[in-house]
């Protein structure tokens, strides 16, 4: 079985270290062995070759069974990055290999963890008998990947760009949201602004052309904006989030924090085949980068989604989950999950842990 | 001084209703006269007119010295109204009219009320010292007002908006928030997706030329997923949040429930001249028309501001604003903010309260 690994940018290296070292340890208890190639993407590929994504990590990526990523991204904080050309940003790889392979459909889970309750800002009474959602995410298409263009008339510049959606695109991701909740409390909830797009209006209507044919599954509709409250005031509400690209892109994030662990949250990033791009729902955290204390767990819990979804090895993938939830229970936290009692670990440490527990 | 009145939909007449009772009470203290006059917009005008903007409700806000508005908007939950033609929707009559006054500059706070402490989803300690931020909403432009499309090729749908921005734009909203900043705790936080937006990439260069002339005041940049995830991880870092439109849309709504107090926040739609609408920060809440329950707070303080900014009534507003945090400290509350050991009241019994302790 061959990996692609993609380090990527910012704590990017240190995470993705610290997965390998657990898939290691899973090749050896389990008598597999997997063959790494470690790609360039983002800042990376441009500090090596000038462009954030070349031709040879797309072929290398397609040849693989799947890619384990870190993380890509500029520190956003800096005006220097922006100022690039978009195709000579960094992010512009990240995008290019969604689309290059084809990887339309982003699963992002974001549940509260019983041990992490007192990392979760919500109070008791809104967190409530817990949560558990999962967005879906379209990723290939909207307003990341429409024209855009900036223009000077008289001294004058203009920006435009374009969100634009077909109902093929939409309707494959509706599809992937509903298989989903099939599995799971069987409610859908497609969030879009349609008092005001066409786009959203469209994606409304392929939404409940798709529903039809999933009679056991509840569909709601939700506008973005009440989506954006929802998520702070009552996220036990949700099953699964269906969304368009940036929406989703927001909304992930937010339901992330909202859970108090975005260190702990993995997703997949999957074509039509099953074929997949697993990586950290967080960022590359630019200003904690190289200080040793960024989280792994999302970046070892996306490397057991990849066992599982990509390589089809579910006792191992447990195995690593079970691994994971046994060290938070003897208490071991990064910084970003740290609470009163517990006791601190840093990137390797934890890397370590959570490899040792793996049988 | 004419005051254009629209109720609106949903619970937008209950709680117009109560604002107008208080601005009543107003007039007989301080010894005014209001001419008021009821415009038509939205589902209310499309049940009169069949569209949902005429040209009298236009002329006739302009003519006024100010509007104060309840709410538009129609039920998403129902699949019904977004397959209406987008010009015939009621939320069609709300863009009309901002776009038809040039109300540019959408100005929502969002703050936790001491009082209402209990009624915020986050624990104490991410509250930490409090909150008070305001977020600065461009409100003709981008996305919202761009064009759209739908298309069907080979049977094919595809629809399309555009989100475009012109520098004379950005300019006009960065310096009211700049403004703005310069009365408060000096912070500028300026929301984009400039790592993929061409509109975000012109965004944030014009905003830095702007923050030039401002050398007292911070400027910082954020993008949009991380702001996302900042409001209910540490909304205490923010003083004044710059975004574009639709951004502003499901930031503003986020923040406002991250308070607690969504019943609570008033809002200005700003031109160039001063000239405004009023608005309460929440939507229609068609799930509780006409029962009597909704929240009237955030349109008469919506009131207080229109007083202040449009009608120069300095005095006037802070005894709204004072007859209102009275009856809070009386501990009167409709059931949005309800805690225990507090008395509850419905819409009309606190328009009345707050009324009656106009002085
Ligand atoms: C880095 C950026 C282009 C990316 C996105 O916006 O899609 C990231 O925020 C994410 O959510 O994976
Ligand atoms: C009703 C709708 C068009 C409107 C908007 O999105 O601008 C509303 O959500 C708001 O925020 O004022």
């Known amino acids: 079985r061959k990996i692609a690994l993609i380090p990527g940018d910012g704590i990017g290296p240190e995470i993705v270290k610290e997965a390998k070292k657990v898939l290691d340890k899973v090749c050896e208890v389990y008598g597999h062995e997997f063959v790494y190639e470690e790609l360039l993407l983002g800042g990376a590929s441009i500090d090596a070759h000038g462009v954030p994504l070349t031709q040879e990590t797309i072929e290398k990526a397609k040849s693989s ?27 512009a790889g990240l ?3 969604r689309k290059a392979l084809n990887l339309f459909a982003n699963l992002r889970p974001a549940y509260l963890y019983e041990e992490l309750k007192a990392a979760c800002p919500l109070k008791e009474e809104v967190i409530g008998d817990g949560f558990d959602l999962i967005i879906v995410r379209e990723l290939t298409g909207g307003l990341y990947f429409g024209e855009r263009r900036t223009t000077e008339e008289n001294g004058i510049r203009t920006a435009v760009d374009t969100l634009s959606y077909n109902e093929e695109e939409i309707r494959r991701i509706a599809i992937q949201a509903f298989e989903i909740a099939k599995k799971r409390r069987k409610k859908v ?25 999933y009679p056991d599954i509840i569909l709601e509709h939700m506008l973005v904006d009440n989506c954006a409250m929802q998520l702070v005031h009552n996220p036990g509400q949700f099953d699964v989030i269906l969304t368009e690209n940036m929406f989703g892109d927001i909304l992930s994030d937010e339901a992330s924090m909202v859970t108090g662990s975005i260190g702990m949250l ?32 999302a970046t070892i819990l996306s490397a057991a989604m990849l066992l599982r979804f990509s390589l089809d090895l579910d006792k191992e993938a447990d195995a690593v989950e079970k691994a994971v939830a046994e060290v938070l229970k003897e208490g071991f936290r990064t910084p970003d999950i740290f609470s009163d009692g517990m006791k601190k670990a840093g990137t390797e440490e934890m890397g370590t842990l959570i490899a040792e527990k793996i049988r």
């Open 95 to 97: 995008l290019g290999i």
């Open 189 to 213: 909830t497609s969030v879009d602004k349609a008092n005001v797009l066409d786009s959203s209006r469209l994606w409304r209507s392929v939404v409940e052309e798709v529903a039809a044919d």
């Open 266 to 297: 993995s997703s997949a990033s999957l074509n039509e085949t099953g074929f997949g791009l697993y990586e950290p729902s967080h960022g590359s955290a630019p200003d904690i980068a190289g200080k040793g204390i960024a989280n792994p767990i």
């Open 65 to 91: 069974d799947a890619v384990l990523m870190g993380s890509i991204g500029g520190d956003a904080k800096t005006s220097s990055w922006y100022q690039l050309e978009p195709s000579k940003r960094p992010e």
